[in-house]
């Protein structure tokens, strides 16, 4: 097709297109999984394995239970915890109550979950005991009704959970004694486990693939945070597009995908859960995502086939001492992907030396319900692209100011997304839907443009161009040149006041460790690369920069910081 020129650049064995997608939700295909290979493994935990007749029966029992407690289809349900068995049982399970999951941060401040319970409306959470007095604190000011509680230990294995019990449990806040009203997760299942030997039965609602399902907040760049609502079609659309992406690679059942993007955040719900259930594969959970250690130690036990994660997450690897001293096995690596933040090219080779195996890089929204362009796995990778749409994803190209004129190639304009999976809208924001959708097409926000093969490059965010003089200047133009230097870790680059220009170009600059550098030399460094009006004004060396949960460098924050300093 001429219009999706991209089409000549698929690797063997990747389909152009997978329509017509089965009438199914996510909950449906663990069912199917659990009727071909019931006691074939799904999860694998600090230990503990999981198969997928358990993963199919205990959400089943976690619905009943809903259910009978008089949950009704469409209420929300909130979960509060990082990545563990009980994530997976209470999400597939409120699925199959008809619920709406929104699921939070549990590290949000009090004022952040009250804005997003609030927001959402909420009525029924379920918690981790490291959280529970954070959410009990705030309850009263929200619509949550019912509060379901789960200790980590539970799906530990059992010396591992005496050993946590002995040691950990105390001191690190996860013993705590419920308040009236409030129920055990472990006391729930157990009530609603079947008297009678058998399969538990899933409850009488009738759950719909076009029946909304997720709810999972932006990144607020601008304003308050808004609820982005996907459907149950949509989740199954975006596991079946990129599970299709490895084409002749994937061995399902026996790959391992190691799960440490965290399933609050939109990256590990909907780019890595549905892939993995899609894909049959065995999920490797991880509930701390800058817990290195215990990545390594998974690697080490399950030798997995996938990784996904963000830039830091890789450079981070390539610095730790085990990898350093050649003691990390990544032989087992056939795909890494990488998302959220751009990759630099040197992190990219070291990367794929080091494993042998291939990083690919991946570009969605939270809106498009991860609706990605992905760079191909074998195929043709070009610098500074993020890559070429999937099976049945649209991109085009559109000038910026109205988004009413569609580009040529090399011209740059905001990106806009069509595909199965488009979110339904914001949680009961009308307006905001009605200017980010417009005739089924998303409009992201993000300003790119695609070169004549249907490669995409992403230039910025719109609201994130920085002015200087009147010039336009895109931070992460900026970034990449900084992050070339030998001695930079990491850089963050965005507009900031100023009496003479107006706005200034200003950088914040994490050095490696044991390396020196000036803003003088920095700034002859960029001088070689960028225009004088681009080289920035203003530069200030830092121990850290601020990130998000999946550890992207939040522009926003460092803004912030410097208006009240």
């Known amino acids: 097709m001429t219009n999706k020129p991209w089409l000549s650049s698929y690797d063997a064995g990747v389909p152009q297109t997978l329509q017509p997608y089965p009438d199914k939700t996510l909950f449906d295909v663990v069912a199917d999984n659990a009727s071909q290979r019931p006691n074939h493994p799904a999860a694998y935990f600090k230990g503990a394995w999981m198969t997928w007749a358990d993963l199919d029966q205990l959400s089943d029992i976690f619905a009943n239970a809903l259910v009978d407690q008089g949950f009704e289809k469409g209420e929300r349900l909130a979960i509060l915890m990082p990545n563990c068995p009980q994530f997976l049982i209470c999400e597939l399970g409120a699925w199959k109550a008809g619920a709406i999951v929104s699921p939070l941060n549990p590290r949000y401040t009090e004022h952040e979950l009250e804005h997003c319970l609030t927001e959402t409306g909420a009525t029924t959470a379920v918690v981790l005991t490291l959280f529970y007095n954070k959410l009990k604190a705030i309850q009263a000011k929200t619509s949550i009704d019912k509060v379901i509680v789960t200790n980590i230990k539970e799906y530990l294995p059992p010396f591992s959970r005496f050993l946590f019990t002995l040691f950990r449990e105390r001191r690190e806040g996860h013993r705590i004694k419920l308040q009236r009203g409030d129920q055990w997760l472990s006391d729930l299942l157990e009530t609603y486990k079947p008297i009678r030997h058998g399969e538990p039965i899933r409850p009488d609602v009738s759950v719909n693939p076009d029946d909304p399902a997720l709810l999972m907040f932006t990144g607020g760049t601008t304003g308050r945070a808004k609820a982005a609502l996907s459907s149950h079609r949509g989740l199954l659309a975006t596991g079946m597009q990129v599970h299709s992406w490895t084409g002749n690679m994937k061995d399902d059942w026996n790959d391992v995908t190691v799960f440490l993007m965290p399933m609050f955040h939109t990256y590990g719900n909907v780019g890595v859960l549905p892939v993995a259930l899609v894909g049959k594969q065995i999920m490797a959970l991880i509930p701390n995502p800058?817990?290195?250690?215990?990545?390594?130690?998974?690697?080490?036990?399950?030798?997995?086939?996938?990784?996904?994660g963000v830039p830091t997450l890789f450079i981070a690897l390539l610095k730790h001492p085990a990898v350093k001293a050649g003691k990390v096995d990544f032989s087992s690596f056939k795909v890494c992907i990488c998302g959220a933040a751009p990759l630099m090219l040197?992190?990219?080779?070291?990367?794929?030396?080091?494993?042998?195996?291939?990083?690919?890089?991946?570009?969605?929204?939270?809106?498009?319900?991860?609706?990605?362009?992905?760079?191909?796995?074998?195929?043709?990778?070009?610098?500074?692209?993020?890559?070429?749409?999937?099976?049945?994803?649209?991109?085009?190209?559109?000038d910026a100011d109205l988004g009413t004129e569609t580009l040529v190639a090399g011209e740059v304009g905001e990106i806009i997304m069509n595909a199965p999976q488009i979110m339904i809208s914001y949680w009961e924001r009308p307006e905001a839907t009605a200017e980010t959708v417009r005739d089924g097409w998303?409009?992201?926000?993000?300003?790119?443009?695609?070169?004549?093969?249907?490669?995409?490059?992403?230039?910025?965010?719109?609201?994130?161009?920085?002015?200087p003089s009147g010039f336009q200047v895109w931070p992460r133009e900026v970034e990449e040149v900084i992050?070339?230097?030998?001695?930079?870790?990491?850089?963050?680059?965005?507009?900031?006041?100023?009496?003479?220009?107006?706005?200034?170009?200003?950088?914040?600059?994490?050095?490696?460790?044991?390396?020196?550098?000036?803003?003088?030399?920095?700034?002859?460094?960029c001088k070689q690369e960028?225009?004088?009006?681009?080289?920035?004004?203003?530069?200030?060396?830092?121990?850290?920069?601020?990130?998000?949960a999946v550890g992207?460098?939040?522009?926003?924050?460092?803004?912030a910081e410097e208006s009240t300093s």
Do not use: M
């Open 290 to 308: 800058r817990d290195l250690d215990d990545l390594i130690d998974t690697i080490h036990e399950v030798k997995p086939a996938y990784l996904s």
């Open 346 to 398: 040197e992190t990219k080779n070291r990367f794929e030396e080091l494993t042998k195996g291939r990083i690919v890089e991946a570009y969605g929204l939270t809106e498009s319900v991860i609706a990605s362009v992905i760079t191909p796995v074998n195929g043709e990778y070009k610098p500074g692209a993020i890559g070429i749409p999937l099976p049945d994803v649209n991109v085009r190209i559109v």
């Open 442 to 467: 998303l409009f992201t926000g993000d300003l790119g443009y695609l070169d004549e093969d249907g490669y995409l490059y992403l230039v910025d965010r719109k609201k994130d161009l920085i002015k």
């Open 483 to 525: 992050a070339t230097h030998p001695a930079v870790a990491e850089v963050g680059v965005a507009g900031v006041p100023d009496a003479y220009q107006g706005e200034a170009v200003k950088a914040w600059v994490v050095l490696n460790d044991g390396s020196q550098l000036t803003v003088d030399e920095l700034r002859a460094y």
């Open 530 to 548: 960028l225009a004088a009006y681009k080289v920035p004004r203003r530069i200030e060396f830092r121990d850290s920069l601020p990130k998000s």
């Open 552 to 559: 992207k460098v939040l522009r926003k924050d460092l803004v």
